[in-house]
């Protein structure tokens, strides 16, 4: 069967420090992965999609970054947080060709102080 | 512009009543999926609903897609504190990615 996996579950970085999440995927071959972002327990802002190796699409403009340097890795990053980049973050996979279903990771609760 | 709006945005209920969420969209889905999400974890996928008039249960819970494939509604019977939680909803055009809805968070008090 296929899991998820995102780390950190909680992070505290203070303003200004660089940021690495990352997310694995077990169990499948060339899903689309997803991040996501959520602001106070509401609906989910799409940050970056990517359907193969290398091939990242970004959806909104802003300080954060995404790679996929293997097939069922991805990482979200960035170089320096701001106190805006606060919020719950979830990573996610679908099978593509399978269906469009996403099957989400625990999420990364990030606090920037 | 929001793709899909969900309402009510927040909603409580005693344990037992009966409740309705909406989903609505002016866009034609070829495919639409609900999902549960608890505090601090990942939305859960609930169903998903690709004909249109599609109804489909899941116990006590159930889905129905719009004639014309451009909104769903989730029906709750003899709700329970264990169905507390946000629901989202999600559409899907085909080779893009799923747009989410804000949600409904429900709330069921015993």
């Known amino acids: 069967s296929q899991t998820i996996h995102q780390w950190p579950a909680t992070l505290v970085q203070p303003v200004g420090s660089p940021l690495s999440l990352e997310c694995t995927v077990e169990g499948t071959s060339n899903p689309n992965l997803y991040w996501y972002r959520q602001a106070a327990g509401r609906g989910l802002q799409l940050l970056f999609y990517s359907v193969g190796i290398g091939q990242i699409s970004s959806e909104v403009p802003q300080n954060l970054s995404a790679s996929r340097p293997q097939d069922r890795q991805f990482i979200l990053s960035s170089k320096k947080l701001l106190l805006s980049d606060s919020g719950f973050y979830l990573c996610?996979?679908?099978?593509?060709?399978?269906?469009?279903?996403?099957?989400f990771g625990q999420g990364t609760r990030l606090t920037v102080v | 512009t929001q793709l899909l709006e969900q309402s009510p945005q927040f909603l409580s209920i005693q344990e037992g009543e009966n409740l309705t969420v909406y989903c609505n969209s002016s866009s034609v889905f070829s495919s639409l999926q609900w999902y549960r999400q608890e505090p601090g974890e990942g939305p859960v996928l609930l169903v998903t609903v690709v004909t249109g008039g599609e109804v489909k249960k899941l116990k006590r819970l159930t889905f129905q897609f719009g004639d014309a494939r451009k909104d769903s509604s989730l029906h709750i019977t003899a709700a329970q504190p264990g169905d507390t939680g946000l629901y989202l909803c999600a559409g899907w055009k085909g080779n893009t990615p799923l747009v989410f809805g804000k949600g409904t968070r429900l709330s069921v008090i015993a």
């Open positions: 996610a996979w679908s099978g593509g060709r399978g269906g469009p279903e996403a099957f």
